[in-house]
Nanobody, 121 residues
Framework: QLQLVESGGGLVQPGGSLRLSCAAS????????MGWYRQAPGKQRELVAVITSGGSTNYADSVKGRFTISRDNAKNTVYLQMNSLKPEDTAVYYCNADIIPTATMYLGDYWGQGTQVTVSS
């Protein structure tokens, strides 16, 4: 069964760093765009950063210069390095990927279960 599994969330002080990881597992033909989204309490889910299979990236204005998205195509894994964290970065962070499973050969949109990031002193 195809799934995305996130790790790396937690509690960090303002100005600190965290690194999130998301690994796709299952019978995968190919993965196109991968990305991270976040949802804070009482707010809509928003884009944080995305990366194409070729390595092109796009970031939300609020995280530019602080967060870096990267991926390891051999491991079907996407990372989010978060530096200079602020209390307003507190949210549940979700991994997203556009995947073609070998079972169907149809492009699908897949989500991880989410990992909590809390920035607080």
């Amino acid at each position: 069964q195809l799934q995305l599994v996130e790790s790396g969330g937690g509690l960090v002080q303002p100005g600190g760093s965290l690194r999130l990881s998301c690994a796709a597992s299952g019978s995968i033909f190919s993965i196109n765009t991968m990305g991270w989204y976040r949802q804070a309490p009482g707010k809509q889910r928003e884009l944080v950063a995305v990366i194409t299979s070729g390595g092109s990236t796009n970031y939300a204005d609020s995280v530019k210069g602080r967060f870096t998205i990267s991926r390891d195509n051999a491991k079907n894994t996407v990372y989010l390095q978060m530096n200079s964290l602020k209390p307003e970065d507190t949210a549940v962070y979700y991994c997203n990927a556009d995947i073609i499973p070998t079972a169907t050969m149809y492009l699908g949109d897949y989500w991880g279960q989410g990992t909590q990031v809390t920035v607080s002193s």
